[in-house]
């Protein structure tokens, strides 16, 4: 059974930073593609990144958020700094099981596993 577990969220002040992590399990994560979303209270989900043999960030992100992934691990990363209140929110990984980004990668319903969640919130 394909499992995706996130970690790594918590407290951070503006202008700080946290790497989140995201563990498959009963899947070999080698080659599908793999994304990042978020969703903030009273909010939709929304797409932050999609990572397949090359990497999609939305405007909001782009030069503070990079994606990794660790194929020897079975991991993925997403490193986030310069962090502002707006991307307060919980943090969930997902994949499609396909080795493409979907065309409208930023849609959850294009992903067909996901994770728990991890919560992000950024106060002073």
């Known amino acids: 059974q394909v499992q995706l577990v996130e970690s790594g969220g918590g407290l951070v002040q503006p202008g700080g930073s946290l790497r989140l992590s995201c563990t498959f399990s009963g899947y070999t994560l080698t080659y599908d593609a793999v994304a990042w979303f978020r969703q903030a209270p009273e909010k939709e989900r929304e797409g932050v990144s999609c990572?397949?043999?090359?990497?999609f960030y939305d405007e909001s992100v782009k030069g503070r958020f990079t994606m990794e992934r660790d194929k020897t691990r079975n991991m993925v990363y997403l490193q986030m700094d310069n962090l502002q209140p707006e991307d307060t929110a919980v943090y969930y990984c997902a994949t499609n099981l396909y080795p493409r980004c979907p065309t409208a990668w930023k849609r959850q319903v294009s992903y067909k596993k996901w994770g728990q969640g991890t919560q992000v919130t950024v106060s002073s």
């Open positions: 990572a397949d043999t090359i990497l």
